[in-house]
Structures are given as C-alpha cells and as structure tokens.
C-alpha cells in the first residue's frame, strides 16, 4: 500500500510537471493567437484558437508522461492504441477546456481576453486537468495486471 501511494505521488508530481509544460505551450500559443484575430491576421474564432493551442499542447504531453511520467508502466505497450486512447482522453479534455470557453464567451458574453483567459485556461484546465490524470493513470498508462 505504502509503495502504490508513492508512485501515485510520483506519478502525480510528474504529470503536473508535464501539465505545467503543456499548460505554457497552450496558453502561450492560445493568447499568440487570439492577439494575432484581434489584429486582423486572422479569422479563427477564440474556440478555434482555443482548440488549436490546445491540441499542440497534447501532443507535446503525449510524449513527455509516456517517456517520463509513466514510463515505469508496462500494461499496454507503446503504439497506436496507447495513442488512440491518449487522444480520446486528450479529446473530452479539450471539450471541457473549450466547452467552459464557449459558455462563457457565448452564452454568458464575457469576451474580454481576459474573461476567455480565466474560462479557457483556469476553470477549463483545471477541470480537465483532473479528468486527464485519472483517465490517463487508469486506461491510457495502465500497469500490468499481477
């Protein structure tokens, strides 16, 4: 038991490493572009700059918890079903992220940066951040069955 909760620290410590990366990439990238629509240089919706910063975000994650987080894991091996099940995970993920963007944005028209900063990328990721680590721990990362 003592040693399942210090891998599960471990695994937790790691992954809100990996998160932090990511969390910089999407909100770097999300906030590049929504300056860049503000500007006239493009015509992506805050959703379609939201789910573009997010989705180049998961694939820097992908392979930071399966080389580093979860690599102590042996269950399934590495491969298009690891991939296949990350990107699911990853999917309902970024719904919860742009879903709490587009409430907000949307429906209840908070539209300042700052409003879609705080509904994106503190509400929407945090939200997601707790589904993804359970979901990537118990069916994406799993250990063998002993």
């Known amino acids: 038991m003592k040693l399942l909760r210090g891998n599960l620290s471990r695994e937790a410590t790691r ?5 932090s990366i990511g969390y910089v990439i999407d909100v770097g990238l999300f ?6 629509s503000m500007e006239g240089l493009s015509q992506v919706s805050q959703v379609g700059n939201k789910a573009i910063s997010t989705s180049i975000a998961i694939v820097a994650t992908y392979i930071l918890n399966g080389r580093w987080t ?12 690891r991939m296949g099940r990350y990107l699911i995970v990853s999917t309902v993920g970024l719904g919860i992220q742009v879903g709490t963007l587009f409430v907000s944005h949307n429906v209840l028209g908070f539209t300042s940066l700052l409003a879609d900063n705080i509904a994106a990328n503190v509400i929407g990721v ?21």
Do not use: M
């Open 126 to 146: 945090g939200l997601a951040l707790v589904f993804r680590f359970l979901a990537n721990r118990n069916w994406v990362f799993t250990d063998a069955k002993t």
């Open 31 to 36: 906030n590049l572009f929504s300056l860049l």
């Open 70 to 81: 979860f690599r102590h894991r042996k269950g399934r091996p590495e491969g298009l079903g």
């Open 15 to 19: 992954y809100l490493t990996v998160g």
